[in-house]
């Protein structure tokens, strides 16, 4: 499976973005696709979640601000973030892995700035 990140850029304080990670090659109908997010010197930590199923899971740092949901070709996975924070500052990976396959995938990271 391979992952295409795109979407970052630089935000104000209080702005929106939207994050889009397109999934490609040997997609297993059943899999869960995240978005994480990682700054220099910080583990990189778990962001949103959805299943094929449409379900979804946030981290409690952007529970009402972030909404992540799934394409109508389900894999396109995209991240709307608003009411952005310095502190969302981060470049984002999309991920995908299925229970059924060995490897996981992770896409190449996009880079979002929020910044005055």
């Known amino acids: 499976v391979q992952l295409q990140a795109s979407g970052g850029g630089l935000v104000q304080p209080g702005g929106s973005l939207r994050l889009s990670c397109a999934a490609s090659g040997s997609i297993h109908p059943t899999n869960v696709m995240n978005w994480y997010r990682q700054t220099p010197g910080s583990q990189r930590e778990l962001v949103a979640a959805i299943t094929n199923r449409g379900e979804t899971t946030y981290a409690d740092f952007v529970k009402g601000r972030f909404t992540i949901s799934r394409g109508l070709a389900k894999n396109t996975v995209y991240l709307d973030m608003n009411s952005l924070k310095p502190e969302d500052t981060a470049v984002y990976y999309c991920?995908?892995?299925?229970?059924?396959?060995?490897?996981?995938?992770w896409g190449q990271g996009t880079l979002v700035t929020v910044s005055s």
């Open positions: 991920h995908y892995y299925s229970d059924y396959q060995i490897e996981s995938a």
